[in-house]
Nanobody
């Protein structure tokens, strides 16, 4: 059984920072999985925020480029999302996902709420 547990969400003022973590546990060879952070705001579709491959190649949504940084620690089976210069439009539930395209396998976390408001 594979579990992904996100943490680090909360309420922050515009311009502030948060660091999300996603700890992966269970029978999974973490290092070969691509990891991603997605978000879903009320009334909107879930969207990819940032991704990192097994070789640590990263990609970002245009709306967060230059503000968010994704990273991974394979030894700790953890992926991080450093979020700086937060804006009210960043408010959403943030989800962590582990994907392995060659086997069409994916696992999702339960999400963590991020609210950016003054």
């Amino acid at each position: 059984q594979v579990q992904l547990v996100e943490s680090g969400g909360g309420l922050v003022q515009p311009g502030g920072s948060l660091r999300l973590s996603c700890l992966v546990s269970g029978s999974i060879f973490f290092s070969i999985y691509s990891m991603g952070w997605y978000r879903q705001a009320p009334g909107k579709q879930r969207e990819l925020v940032a991704g990192i491959t097994s070789t640590s190649t990263t990609n970002y949504a245009e709306s967060v480029k230059g503000r968010f940084t994704i990273s991974r620690d394979n030894a700790k089976k953890t992926v991080y999302l450093q979020m700086n210069s937060l804006k009210p439009e960043d408010t959403a539930v943030y989800y962590c996902c582990a994907k392995r395209t060659v086997t069409s396998t994916s696992y999702w976390g339960q999400g963590t709420q991020v609210t950016v408001s003054s």
